[in-house]
C-alpha cells in the first residue's frame, strides 16, 4: 500500500470536485433571479421611491454585494478567494466567513458524533443478532422496529417528539432540546441503515464453514460474531460510511430547523435564503472537505481492517 499515493489522488480528485460543485454553485447562483434584489426594489416602491432614487437604491445594494461586474471577473474573485482560503466577511452579517462556519460545524458536531457512535453501536449489535438468530422474535422484532424508524420521515418523528414534549417540559429542560432530541433524531435516522447492512453483510457470513467450526469448539455468540464482523468488515464499512455521509447531510437541515439549532444546516440553507454567497461557498467547501478526508480515512481502512486490500489500487 503506498499511503502518499492515496492521500495524493484522493486530494487531487477532491480539489476537481472542489472546482466543479463550486462552479455549479456560482453559476446557479448568477443565473437565478435574485429575489433579495426583488425583495429590497418591492420595499422601497411601497415607501413610495422610484425613478432615478430607485435605480440608484439598487445600484447600491449590487455593488456593496460585488455583483456589478462581468460575470468572469466575480467568477475569478471568488474561485480566488476559495483557493486561499480567503472566504471573506458575510454579505448579511459582516462576520468573517470562516469563523461563522467554524462555529457552525462545532455546534453540529456536538449532537451528529454522538449520533453516529449510537446508532453504530446499536444497529451493528441488532444486526449481528438479526443475522445469527435468523428465526428469533426478539430480532425480528428488533429488525422491524429499526426498519419502522428508517421508513419514517425524519421531520415527522421530530415533529411528534416536540409536540409531545412541548411546554414545561422542555421549558424547564434546555437540555433536553438542545442535546438529547437532536442526537435521538439523528441516531434514529441512521439506525435503519445501519441494522439492514450490518444483517445483509453478516448473514453472507453468518452460514459459512469457519462459522461453524468455530461454533464446534465451543464459541460463544460474542466470539462468534466477532469473527462474523471481522470476514464482513470491508464491505460492511463501505457501506455504513456511506450511509452515515448520505442521510446526515439530509438529517441535519430537517434537525436544526426543528429544533432552531444555529449549526452547519441552518447557516447553509440561511445562506442560501439570504443570497449570501461567501457562506454558501465556504459551507461548500466544508461538505466537500468532509467528503475527502472520509474517503481517505475509508480508503486506508480497507488495508487495516484487510492487509490484502492494496488501498493504493483503489
Known amino acids: 500500500m503506498n499511503v502518499v499515493r492515496v492521500f495524493l489522488q484522493r486530494i487531487a480528485l477532491?480539489?476537481?470536485?472542489?472546482?466543479?460543485v463550486?462552479?455549479?454553485?456560482?453559476?446557479?447562483f448568477t443565473m437565478t433571479d435574485d429575489w433579495v434584489k426583488q425583495g429590497l426594489e418591492g420595499q422601497l416602491r411601497w415607501v413610495g421611491i422610484t425613478g432615478e432614487e430607485l435605480e440608484a437604491r439598487l445600484d447600491a445594494y449590487l455593488a456593496d454585494r460585488g455583483l456589478d461586474r462581468p460575470i468572469w471577473e466575480q467568477y475569478l474573485d471568488w474561485m480566488g478567494d476559495m483557493v486561499t482560503l480567503s472566504w471573506g466577511e458575510s454579505l448579511v452579517t459582516g462576520e468573517p466567513v470562516m469563523g461563522l462556519v467554524a462555529d457552525a460545524v462545532l455546534r453540529t458536531?456536538?449532537?451528529?458524533?454522538?449520533?453516529?457512535?449510537l446508532g453504530l453501536s446499536i444497529g451493528m449489535m441488532v444486526g449481528l443478532y438479526v443475522a445469527l438468530n435468523p428465526e428469533s422474535r426478539i430480532a425480528n422484532g428488533g429488525r422491524g422496529t429499526t426498519y419502522l424508524l428508517f421508513a419514517l420521515p425524519s421531520f415527522?418523528?421530530?415533529?411528534?417528539?416536540?409536540?409531545?414534549?412541548?411546554?414545561?417540559v422542555i421549558s424547564r429542560s434546555p437540555v433536553l432540546f438542545d442535546h438529547a432530541l437532536p442526537i435521538g433524531l439523528a441516531t434514529a435516522a441512521l439506525l435503519g441503515g445501519y441494522v439492514s447492512y450490518t444483517r445483509a453483510y453478516a448473514i453472507d457470513h453468518a452460514s459459512a464453514d469457519f462459522v461453524s467450526l468455530v461454533k464446534a469448539k465451543?464459541?460463544?455468540?460474542?466470539l462468534v460474531a466477532k469473527h462474523v464482523v471481522r470476514n464482513a468488515a470491508v464491505p460492511l464499512f463501505s457501506m455504513l460510511f456511506t450511509e452515515a455521509l448520505a442521510l446526515l447531510v439530509l438529517a441535519v437541515f430537517v434537525i436544526e430547523v426543528l429544533f432552531a439549532i444555529d449549526g452547519f444546516g441552518l447557516l447553509f440553507l440561511e445562506a442560501i435564503q439570504n443570497r449570501d454567497l461567501p457562506v454558501l461557498l465556504g459551507s461548500t467547501i466544508v461538505i466537500i472537505g468532509f467528503g475527502v478526508v472520509g474517503n481517505i480515512i475509508q480508503d486506508l481502512s480497507y488495508s487495516y481492517l484487510d492487509p490484502r486490500v492494496d488501498a493504493g489500487s483503489r
Open 156 to 168: 415527522w418523528i421530530g415533529g411528534m417528539f416536540v409536540s409531545l414534549l412541548e411546554g414545561d
Open 218 to 222: 465451543g464459541a460463544g455468540p460474542v
Open 109 to 117: 458536531g456536538m449532537y451528529v458524533v454522538p449520533a453516529i457512535v
Open 22 to 28: 463550486l462552479t455549479a454553485v456560482f453559476v446557479g
Open 14 to 20: 477532491g480539489l476537481v470536485a472542489a472546482w466543479g
